[in-house]
C-alpha cells in the first residue's frame, strides 16, 4: 500500500459532549520532542481532552494547566519500590506531583506503575501498599474524591482469555490481584487494562480473522461466541474487556468498571511485519473510536462504557525492538497526522477539505528532490525561507524542505488546476503544517516554540513478544489463548 494517501490531518476526533470518551497516550522517547507548550497545542488543536503521562512531569503538568484536559499521571516502575516502603515518601510524591498542580491542572487519576505484575515481579510485594500510602496522602490533602489510583496491567495475567465467560486471572497472582481488586472497590477506583488487538492477532498466525480485530462485521458463520453464554463478541477488543470482567467476578467482585489505559495499531512494521500497516491503524482507530463512543460496555456489561486511551500520540523512534514499536503515534512530532481516520460517531472522515500539501513520509529522497527542484524552479514557488539561515531551513530534510515547496506552488496554483502529487510524494491536509517560526503559506497563525522542554520517560507501552519478531516461540498462556480460540471460531450460531 502507498503510505502517502493516507498522510492527512486530524481534526476533533477525541471530543465528545457526554459518557464515555477516548484520551491518548503520551510518550517521550522521541527524537525531537516538541516542547510541553506545544504538545499541549496540539492536543488543543485536535480536540483531545484526556491524556496519560508515563510520569509526572513537571513542564507538562505546568502547560495543562488551564487547558481544559483531564490529565492521568503515572508513578514510574523505578519509583514504585520506594513509595511501596515509606508512607512519607508517598506523601512527598503527592504534594510534589499532584497537589502542586491542582485545580489548575485537572489530574484526575494515578496510575501506579505500569504492567508491574507481568514486567517487575519483584515489586509485587509492595504494589498494594504503595496504592495505599497514596491514597492515604490523597485523604490528608482532601483530594481522594477528585483523583483515583490504580495500576495498569496487561492482558498477559489472565492465560485464557477465551472463552470470556470462564476466564480467570493467573493463579499465581490471584492473591495480589484480589487485593488490587478490594482497593479499587473501597476507593471507588476502576481497574486499569492494556489490552491489545494487534498483538492477539498477529500471535494467532491466521487463526483470528484480521476483521474481527479490526472491528468489522463479520459474516454469520465466522462470528465469535460464547458457548457458554451465547454472547457474540463483535471484537477482539470487547471480548478481552469482558474476559477482564469475568475474571473479576471469578474473584467474587463486582461493581468495578474498566478503564483500558492502552490500545492501539502500529502503522508501519518490518518485513515480518506485515500487518503494521497505515490502512489497518487507521481502520482499527477509526472504529475503536466509533466503538467506544456508543457509549455502552461488553456483552456482560452493557451499560458500562469502556474509556479509553489510545496508545499513542508520537512516534517513538527511539524505542528498541522491532519497526513496529516505534510507529504506533497517531502524529508526527510537528502536529500532523499519520493518516486520517473517521471522526467521533458522525462518520466524517478528515482530510476531505484539503488545504495544504505536504511531502509523504518514507517518500523516495530522489523524488523529492526532483519535485523540491521542479517547484521551486519551474513551478514557481518561493522557496526563500527553506534556505540556510530562514525560518524553515530545519529540520533540513528532503521531506521538510519538499513539504514546502510544494504547499507553497500548490497555494498558489491550484486555482488554475495545480494538484498535489509530485509523482505520488505528495498529499493534502486539512492541518496548518507551520511549525515554530517558520509559517506555511496559506497559514492564517503562526504559533512561537517555547523554550520549555521535559524530561524523557520511556513509555512502557506494547511489549512485543520475546525476540523482538513477530514470529517468535509463544510462551505457554499465548498457546492456550490460541488453542481456546480456534475452539471458539468453530462456534457457530
Not at 514510574?76 to 512527598?92: F, Q
Not at 487519576?109 to 504492567?115: L, N, Q, R, T, Y
Not at 488545504?355 to 530522489?366: I, R, T
Request: glycine content about 8%; overall charge negative.
Amino acid at each position: 500500500m502507498v503510505l502517502g494517501n493516507l498522510l492527512l490531518f486530524i481534526v476533533g476526533i477525541f471530543s465528545y459532549a457526554s459518557g464515555a470518551f477516548v484520551g491518548i497516550n503520551l510518550g517521550t522517547d522521541v527524537s525531537n520532542m516538541p516542547s510541553a507548550p506545544d504538545v499541549v497545542s496540539i492536543l488543543k488543536a485536535n480536540q483531545i481532552t484526556h491524556l496519560r503521562l508515563y510520569d509526572a512531569d513537571a513542564h507538562m503538568l505546568k502547560a495543562l494547566a488551564d487547558s481544559g484536559i483531564e490529565v492521568m499521571v503515572g508513578v514510574t516502575n523505578e519509583e514504585v519500590l520506594g513509595i511501596g516502603e515509606s508512607p512519607s515518601k508517598a506523601a512527598a510524591w503527592i504534594n510534589q506531583n499532584v497537589a502542586a498542580y491542582l485545580p489548575s491542572t485537572s489530574i484526575t487519576a494515578i496510575a501506579v506503575g505500569s504492567e508491574v505484575l507481568t514486567s517487575i515481579p519483584n515489586l509485587v510485594t509492595v504494589l498494594v501498599p504503595a496504592m495505599n500510602y497514596l491514597h492515604k496522602a490523597l485523604v490528608a490533602s482532601n483530594l481522594n474524591f477528585q483523583v483515583k489510583i490504580s495500576t495498569p496491567q496487561a492482558m498477559d495475567i489472565i492465560p485464557r482469555p477465551f472463552p470470556p465467560s470462564t476466564a480467570t486471572f493467573n493463579s499465581s497472582w490471584s492473591a495480589t490481584v484480589y487485593q488490587i481488586l478490594q482497593f479499587l472497590k473501597n476507593t471507588d477506583s476502576f481497574y486499569m487494562l492494556n489490552a491489545y488487538p494487534y498483538f492477539g492477532y498477529t500471535s494467532g498466525n491466521g487463526i483470528f480473522p484480521l476483521d474481527y480485530a479490526l472491528f468489522r462485521s463479520l459474516p454469520s458463520v465466522k462470528q465469535i461466541v460464547d458457548p457458554n453464554t451465547l454472547s457474540h463478541y463483535d471484537s477482539m477488543f470487547d471480548a478481552l474487556v469482558d474476559a477482564t470482567y469475568y475474571s473479576i467476578e471469578a474473584l467474587n467482585m463486582s461493581g468495578i468498571s474498566i478503564v483500558v489505559t492502552e490500545t492501539g495499531w502500529p502503522w508501519l512494521g518490518g518485513a515480518n511485519e506485515p500487518d503494521a500497516t497505515a490502512e489497518n491503524a487507521e481502520t482499527f482507530n477509526s472504529n475503536l473510536i466509533r466503538r467506544v463512543l456508543n457509549d455502552s460496555g461488553p456483552p456482560s456489561q452493557p451499560k458500562v462504557p469502556i474509556n479509553t486511551y489510545i496508545y499513542e500520540l508520537f512516534n517513538e523512534d527511539k524505542r528498541p525492538g522491532p519497526v513496529s514499536e516505534k510507529n504506533w503515534g497517531l502524529f508526527f512530532t510537528n502536529g500532523s497526522a499519520v493518516y486520517t481516520f473517521s471522526l467521533s460517531t458522525s462518520n466524517q472522515i478528515t482530510g476531505n477539505n484539503s488545504d495544504f500539501c505536504v511531502a509523504k513520509p518514507n517518500a523516495d529522497p530522489g523524488k523529492l528532490q526532483a519535485g523540491l527542484d521542479w517547484a521551486c524552479g519551474q513551478g514557481g514557488a518561493n522557496c526563500d525561507a527553506i534556505q540556510e539561515g530562514k525560518p524553515c531551513y530545519l529540520p533540513n530534510t528532503y521531506q521538510n524542505h519538499a513539504s514546502y515547496a510544494y504547499n507553497d506552488y500548490y497555494q498558489k496554483k491550484r486555482s488554475v488546476g495545480a494538484t498535489c502529487d509530485f509523482d505520488g510524494t505528495a498529499a493534502t491536509t486539512t492541518v496548518d503544517p507551520s511549525y515554530g517560526s517558520c509559517k506555511f503559506t496559506g497559514s492564517s497563525t503562526i504559533t512561537p516554540n517555547s523554550n520549555g522542554g521535559f524530561t524523557t520517560t520511556v513509555a512502557p507501552g506494547p511489549v512485543t513478544p520475546q525476540g523482538g519478531s513477530a514470529t517468535v516461540n509463544l510462551p505457554v498462556s499465548k498457546i492456550q489463548f490460541l488453542i481456546s480460540a480456534v475452539f471458539l471460531a468453530l462456534v457457530l450460531l
